[in-house]
């Protein structure tokens, strides 16, 4: 298996654990496991650290997901493993996706939701768990179908309540409880990367 071959799967799998153990295990989102179980989410990947080759990778994912119908694909994680690992760095490229999204004209079809390790709201004070409801082992442009979301709100009793129920929920896990989860991304290795 080549370096980078080596590299994706364990980038695919350190976000698929994530999801399963903190998104799914934890319910932080309560639409993610229908799709997850019925293989309807794509894990793309971009390696560059380039914003115009990520915004690039964004249109692009964009366009594959709306050129597949939503029992196929439903969702895209778009994951930039070895990009963005300062947090502000990444909220400035979120600014320029949501432009993005407008510039292609499909915001209100698709949205675009954002996680990083080092995610934190501006409204919650440092070290509240508040910020690990966003917090993953890469940085992440998740694509969602507004549809989907629609439906799936409809369907939730209570789903404006979602965001302080999860919020509640990791205060009561705590920090250790989150490490326990072991969602850190891998050590990144210098040698062989691609």
């Known amino acids: 298996m080549s370096a980078r071959a080596a590299r994706t799967s364990?980038?695919?799998?350190?976000?698929?654990?994530?999801?399963?153990?903190?998104v799914i295990g934890l319910n932080l989102c309560p639409f993610a496991k229908a799709v997850?179980?019925?293989g309807?989410?794509?894990?793309?990947?971009c390696w560059s650290h380039d914003s115009a080759d990520v915004l690039d990778a964004l249109a692009a994912a964009m366009h594959d997901l709306l050129a597949q119908v939503p029992e196929q694909r439903d969702t895209t994680l778009l994951i930039l493993p070895d990009a963005f690992s300062d947090f502000w760095d990444f909220y400035g490229l979120v600014q320029r996706a949501e432009k993005?999204?407008?510039?292609?004209?499909?915001?209100g079809v698709l949205q675009i939701?954002?996680?990083h390790p080092q995610f934190e709201f501006a409204d919650a004070p440092a070290g509240?768990?508040?910020?690990?409801?966003?917090?993953a082992p890469y940085p992440i442009l998740h694509l969602l179908r507004e549809d989907s979301m629609d439906r799936a709100v409809a369907a939730y009793p209570d789903a404006a309540l979602i965001y302080e129920r999860n919020i509640a929920r990791l205060r009561e896990l705590g920090l250790q409880g989150w490490q326990d989860l072991q969602m850190a991304?891998?050590?990144?290795s210098t040698e062989g990367a691609p």
């Open 128 to 135: 509240d768990m508040a910020h690990y409801t966003n917090r």
């Open 185 to 188: 991304a891998p050590p990144q």
């Open 40 to 45: 309807q989410i794509h894990y793309d990947l």
């Open 36 to 38: 997850h179980v019925k």
């Open 113 to 115: 939701a954002s996680f």
């Open 100 to 107: 993005l999204l407008r510039s292609l004209r499909v915001d």
């Open 10 to 22: 364990e980038v695919a799998q350190a976000t698929q654990g994530w999801l399963e153990r903190a």
